[in-house]
């Protein structure tokens, strides 16, 4: 069974920063590409960031670019995301998600796995 | 706001057949068949119903399709069950450099 527990949420102030962890499980994590999508309390789903499977490419949203940064452990079966210079619009639960196989390593994201969630929430 | 369009809420009673539209643009959607829609019932995370606008991952039951027409695409739930009442999203490819992967605002899903 597919699985993929974040870690690493939590109350931060504007400016500061966490880094997110997501552990997978049931799945061989380093053949897969991944990505970070996160929730608004009570709005939609935005792509955050995504890497693929050998951790060679990374893809940002204008939103986060220079200042989140993706990575991922393939021997720790592990997905990270540093996060840096928060500001208040980046509270949100945040995603881990896996990639169909359909698309590999391409820019082609259908996210057929998700984890729970961590909540990250940015104030004074 | 989202990038792609859906209505904020649609109905329908148990048994029933509902389509729940997206709309976007000839950047995303309208340019390319890589619309996805996914079901979130609430506290819960997203589950992939329809990739490839219209084929389904395995596990999910025939009542889901989709289908695209222009700039506009579609989910149809057909036999409306008390378990579909929940969110749902699209999302497509799209050649913006802002993102590479674009959602609707999602669709509350009622069954009366």
């Known amino acids: 069974e597919v699985q993929l527990l974040e870690s690493g949420g939590g109350l931060v102030q504007p400016g500061g920063s966490l880094r997110l962890s997501c552990v997978a499980s049931?799945?061989?994590?380093?053949?897969?590409?991944m990505s970070w999508v996160r929730q608004a309390p009570g709005k939609g789903l935005e792509w955050v960031s995504s890497i693929y499977s050998s951790g060679g490419n990374t893809y940002y949203a204008d939103s986060v670019r220079g200042r989140f940064t993706i990575s991922r452990d393939n021997s720790r079966d592990t997905l990270y995301l540093q996060m840096n210079s928060l500001r208040a619009d980046d509270t949100a639960v945040y995603f881990c998600?896996?990639?169909?196989?359909?698309?590999?390593?391409?820019?082609?994201?259908?996210?057929?796995?998700w984890g729970q969630g961590t909540l990250v929430t940015v104030s004074s | 706001q989202s990038a792609l369009t859906q209505p904020a809420s649609v109905s329908g009673s148990p048994g029933q057949s509902l389509t729940i539209s997206c709309t976007g643009t000839?950047?995303?959607?309208?340019?390319?068949?890589?619309v996805s829609w996914y079901q979130q019932h609430p506290g819960k995370a997203p589950k992939l119903m329809i990739y490839?606008?219209?084929k389904r991952p395995s596990g999910i039951s025939n009542r889901f399709s989709g289908s695209k027409s222009g700039n506009t695409a579609s989910l149809t739930i057909s036999g409306l069950q008390a378990e579909d009442e929940a969110d749902y999203y699209c999302?497509?490819?799209?050649?913006?450099?802002?993102?590479?992967?674009?959602f609707g605002g999602g669709t509350k899903l009622t069954v009366l």
């Open positions: 998600a896996k990639h169909h196989s359909a698309y590999s390593n391409s820019r082609i994201y259908y996210f057929d796995y």
């Open positions: 999302s497509s490819y799209t050649s913006s450099s802002a993102f590479d992967v674009v």
């Open positions: 049931g799945f061989t994590f380093s053949s897969y590409d």
């Open positions: 000839s950047s995303d959607l309208g340019g390319y068949s890589y």
């Open positions: 490839d606008v219209s």
